[in-house]
Protein backbone atom coordinates (compact mmCIF):
# COMPACT_ATOMS: atom_id res chain seq x y z
CA UNK A 1 0.00 0.00 0.00
CA UNK A 2 1.41 3.22 -1.09
CA UNK A 3 2.41 5.76 2.16
CA UNK A 4 0.06 9.11 1.96
CA UNK A 5 1.99 11.93 1.20
CA UNK A 6 1.06 15.09 3.09
CA UNK A 7 0.48 18.19 0.69
CA UNK A 8 0.25 20.67 3.71
CA UNK A 9 2.18 23.72 2.89
CA UNK A 10 2.64 22.37 -0.67
CA UNK A 11 2.08 25.24 -3.35
CA UNK A 12 0.20 24.10 -6.84
CA UNK A 13 -0.29 26.73 -9.28
CA UNK A 14 -2.39 29.19 -6.98
CA UNK A 15 -3.50 26.76 -4.36
CA UNK A 16 -1.57 26.66 -1.44
CA UNK A 17 -2.38 23.35 0.81
CA UNK A 18 -4.03 24.33 4.17
CA UNK A 19 -4.79 20.39 5.62
CA UNK A 20 -6.32 17.47 4.83
CA UNK A 21 -10.33 17.89 4.54
CA UNK A 22 -11.49 14.39 4.29
CA UNK A 23 -12.08 12.06 1.52
CA UNK A 24 -14.33 11.65 -1.82
CA UNK A 25 -16.46 9.31 -2.95
CA UNK A 26 -13.55 6.63 -3.98
CA UNK A 27 -11.54 7.37 -0.40
CA UNK A 28 -8.93 9.55 -1.76
CA UNK A 29 -7.94 12.54 -0.15
CA UNK A 30 -9.35 15.78 -0.24
CA UNK A 31 -7.45 18.79 0.49
CA UNK A 32 -8.45 22.18 2.39
CA UNK A 33 -6.62 25.02 0.12
CA UNK A 34 -6.89 28.20 -0.15
CA UNK A 35 -5.99 30.47 -3.71
CA UNK A 36 -4.12 33.53 -4.46
CA UNK A 37 -7.25 35.12 -4.82
CA UNK A 38 -8.62 34.15 -1.44
CA UNK A 39 -11.04 31.83 -2.14
CA UNK A 40 -11.02 28.64 -0.08
CA UNK A 41 -11.66 25.01 -1.35
CA UNK A 42 -11.51 21.41 -1.41
CA UNK A 43 -9.67 19.98 -4.03
CA UNK A 44 -8.81 16.30 -4.62
CA UNK A 45 -5.17 15.61 -3.97
CA UNK A 46 -4.78 13.71 -7.22
CA UNK A 47 -5.54 16.23 -9.33
CA UNK A 48 -3.21 19.06 -7.53
CA UNK A 49 -0.78 16.65 -8.42
CA UNK A 50 -1.42 16.06 -11.72
CA UNK A 51 -1.46 19.83 -12.27
CA UNK A 52 -5.18 19.63 -13.52
CA UNK A 53 -6.48 21.80 -10.75
CA UNK A 54 -4.89 24.95 -10.39
CA UNK A 55 -6.57 27.75 -9.25
CA UNK A 56 -10.30 28.35 -8.13
CA UNK A 57 -11.10 29.41 -11.82
CA UNK A 58 -9.42 33.40 -11.46
CA UNK A 59 -6.81 31.82 -13.50
CA UNK A 60 -9.29 30.87 -16.52
CA UNK A 61 -11.30 33.95 -16.22
CA UNK A 62 -8.37 36.04 -15.86
CA UNK A 63 -7.09 34.44 -19.42
CA UNK A 64 -10.14 34.64 -21.04
CA UNK A 65 -10.10 38.19 -20.11
CA UNK A 66 -6.83 38.85 -21.46
CA UNK A 67 -7.98 37.09 -24.92
CA UNK A 68 -10.92 39.01 -25.21
CA UNK A 69 -9.10 42.30 -24.90
CA UNK A 70 -6.47 41.30 -27.46
CA UNK A 71 -9.53 39.91 -29.42
CA UNK A 72 -11.46 43.69 -28.93
CA UNK A 73 -8.27 45.01 -29.85
CA UNK A 74 -6.82 42.94 -32.87
CA UNK A 75 -10.68 43.73 -34.21
CA UNK A 76 -10.37 47.61 -33.55
CA UNK A 77 -6.84 47.58 -35.47
CA UNK A 78 -7.59 48.59 -38.55
CA UNK A 79 -10.54 51.29 -37.51
CA UNK A 80 -9.36 55.27 -37.97
CA UNK A 81 -10.69 55.59 -34.00
CA UNK A 82 -8.16 53.33 -32.62
CA UNK A 83 -5.27 54.48 -34.85
CA UNK A 84 -6.44 58.62 -33.16
CA UNK A 85 -6.32 56.54 -29.87
CA UNK A 86 -2.42 54.85 -30.45
CA UNK A 87 -1.31 58.30 -32.28
CA UNK A 88 -2.59 59.75 -28.78
CA UNK A 89 -0.33 57.38 -26.56
CA UNK A 90 2.68 57.52 -29.15
CA UNK A 91 2.77 61.29 -28.59
CA UNK A 92 3.04 61.75 -25.06
CA UNK A 93 4.96 58.86 -24.40
CA UNK A 94 7.56 58.08 -27.37
CA UNK A 95 10.28 60.38 -27.48
CA UNK A 96 10.80 58.83 -31.32
CA UNK A 97 7.68 60.27 -32.10
CA UNK A 98 8.28 63.19 -34.20
CA UNK A 99 5.29 65.50 -32.20
CA UNK A 100 6.39 64.31 -28.84
CA UNK A 101 8.38 67.64 -28.07
CA UNK A 102 5.01 69.05 -28.19
CA UNK A 103 2.94 66.71 -26.67
CA UNK A 104 5.26 64.22 -24.09
CA UNK A 105 7.84 66.69 -24.11
CA UNK A 106 5.57 69.30 -22.74
CA UNK A 107 4.32 67.24 -20.14
CA UNK A 108 0.89 66.44 -21.98
CA UNK A 109 -0.17 62.99 -20.60
CA UNK A 110 -2.72 60.55 -21.24
CA UNK A 111 -5.16 59.75 -18.32
CA UNK A 112 -4.79 56.27 -16.52
CA UNK A 113 -8.31 55.17 -17.70
CA UNK A 114 -7.88 56.42 -21.40
CA UNK A 115 -3.96 53.87 -21.45
CA UNK A 116 -6.78 51.04 -21.85
CA UNK A 117 -8.32 50.93 -25.68
CA UNK A 118 -11.71 50.31 -23.79
CA UNK A 119 -12.06 53.36 -21.53
CA UNK A 120 -10.93 55.49 -24.26
CA UNK A 121 -13.96 53.87 -26.65
CA UNK A 122 -16.38 53.94 -23.78
CA UNK A 123 -15.79 57.65 -22.71
CA UNK A 124 -15.10 58.75 -26.50
CA UNK A 125 -16.71 55.89 -28.89
CA UNK A 126 -20.56 57.05 -28.41
CA UNK A 127 -19.55 60.86 -29.91
CA UNK A 128 -17.12 59.82 -32.79
CA UNK A 129 -17.75 60.54 -36.65
CA UNK A 130 -15.14 59.94 -39.20
CA UNK A 131 -14.61 63.60 -39.95
CA UNK A 132 -13.76 64.48 -36.94
CA UNK A 133 -10.30 64.40 -34.76
CA UNK A 134 -9.67 64.90 -31.42
CA UNK A 135 -8.90 68.47 -29.63
CA UNK A 136 -8.03 68.90 -26.16
CA UNK A 137 -10.34 72.26 -24.94
CA UNK A 138 -7.03 73.38 -22.67
CA UNK A 139 -3.98 72.87 -24.68
CA UNK A 140 -1.95 72.84 -21.78
CA UNK A 141 -3.93 69.70 -20.68
CA UNK A 142 -3.91 66.53 -20.72
CA UNK A 143 -6.07 63.76 -22.78
CA UNK A 144 -9.09 63.17 -20.63
CA UNK A 145 -12.37 63.03 -19.87
CA UNK A 146 -13.58 66.92 -19.45
CA UNK A 147 -10.64 68.27 -21.27
CA UNK A 148 -11.66 66.58 -24.58
CA UNK A 149 -13.51 66.91 -27.73
CA UNK A 150 -14.18 65.82 -31.35
CA UNK A 151 -13.83 68.42 -33.29
CA UNK A 152 -13.35 68.97 -37.61
CA UNK A 153 -9.99 70.28 -38.36
CA UNK A 154 -10.75 73.93 -39.31
CA UNK A 155 -12.15 73.63 -35.58
CA UNK A 156 -9.25 72.18 -33.87
CA UNK A 157 -7.19 74.71 -36.05
CA UNK A 158 -8.06 77.51 -34.53
CA UNK A 159 -7.25 76.37 -30.73
CA UNK A 160 -3.63 75.13 -31.69
CA UNK A 161 -1.34 77.40 -29.45
CA UNK A 162 0.12 78.90 -32.34
CA UNK A 163 -2.96 80.31 -33.85
CA UNK A 164 -2.75 83.82 -34.14
CA UNK A 165 -5.51 86.06 -33.06
CA UNK A 166 -5.87 89.82 -34.45
CA UNK A 167 -7.83 92.28 -32.55
CA UNK A 168 -10.43 94.82 -34.16
CA UNK A 169 -12.75 96.73 -32.87
CA UNK A 170 -12.72 94.60 -29.38
CA UNK A 171 -12.89 91.26 -31.41
CA UNK A 172 -10.16 89.37 -31.40
CA UNK A 173 -10.31 86.60 -34.41
CA UNK A 174 -8.01 83.99 -36.28
CA UNK A 175 -7.78 85.20 -40.11
CA UNK A 176 -10.54 82.68 -40.88
CA UNK A 177 -13.14 83.86 -38.43
CA UNK A 178 -12.14 87.56 -40.00
CA UNK A 179 -12.36 86.47 -43.66
CA UNK A 180 -16.07 85.30 -43.14
CA UNK A 181 -17.15 88.34 -41.04
CA UNK A 182 -15.88 90.45 -43.33
CA UNK A 183 -16.94 88.40 -46.85
CA UNK A 184 -13.42 88.25 -47.57
CA UNK A 185 -10.44 85.99 -49.25
CA UNK A 186 -8.82 84.35 -46.14
CA UNK A 187 -5.47 84.30 -48.54
CA UNK A 188 -5.73 87.89 -49.80
CA UNK A 189 -6.32 88.75 -45.81
CA UNK A 190 -3.10 86.56 -45.19
CA UNK A 191 -0.88 88.23 -47.57
CA UNK A 192 -2.00 92.05 -46.90
CA UNK A 193 -0.66 91.51 -43.21
CA UNK A 194 2.14 88.68 -43.53
CA UNK A 195 3.26 89.70 -47.08
CA UNK A 196 2.72 93.68 -47.32
CA UNK A 197 2.53 94.03 -43.72
CA UNK A 198 -0.34 96.28 -43.84
CA UNK A 199 -1.67 97.29 -40.12
CA UNK A 200 -4.98 95.13 -38.84
CA UNK A 201 -6.95 98.28 -39.62
CA UNK A 202 -5.89 98.31 -42.91
CA UNK A 203 -6.12 94.72 -43.72
CA UNK A 204 -9.54 94.12 -42.07
CA UNK A 205 -11.00 97.61 -43.99
CA UNK A 206 -9.47 98.66 -47.29
CA UNK A 207 -12.03 97.22 -50.00
CA UNK A 208 -14.47 95.50 -47.76
CA UNK A 209 -18.22 96.87 -47.80
CA UNK A 210 -19.40 99.19 -45.66
CA UNK A 211 -22.35 97.48 -44.03
CA UNK A 212 -19.85 94.46 -42.98
CA UNK A 213 -17.82 96.87 -40.85
CA UNK A 214 -21.00 98.77 -39.46
CA UNK A 215 -22.11 95.24 -38.10
CA UNK A 216 -19.06 95.12 -35.82
Not at 166 to 183: C, M, T
Request: aromatic share 8%; net charge positive.
Amino acid sequence: MTAKVDLTGQRFGRWTVLEEDGRDERGRALWLCRCDCGTERAVKGWRLREGTNRSCGCLRREKNAARGRKMATHGMSQTRIYNIWKGMLQRTTDPKSASYQHYGGRGIKVCERWQNLDGFLADMGPTYADNLTIERIDVDGDYAPGNCRWATVAEQARNKRNTRLFEFRGQSLVIADWAKVLNMNAKTLTSRIYLYGWSVERALTEGVAPERLADL
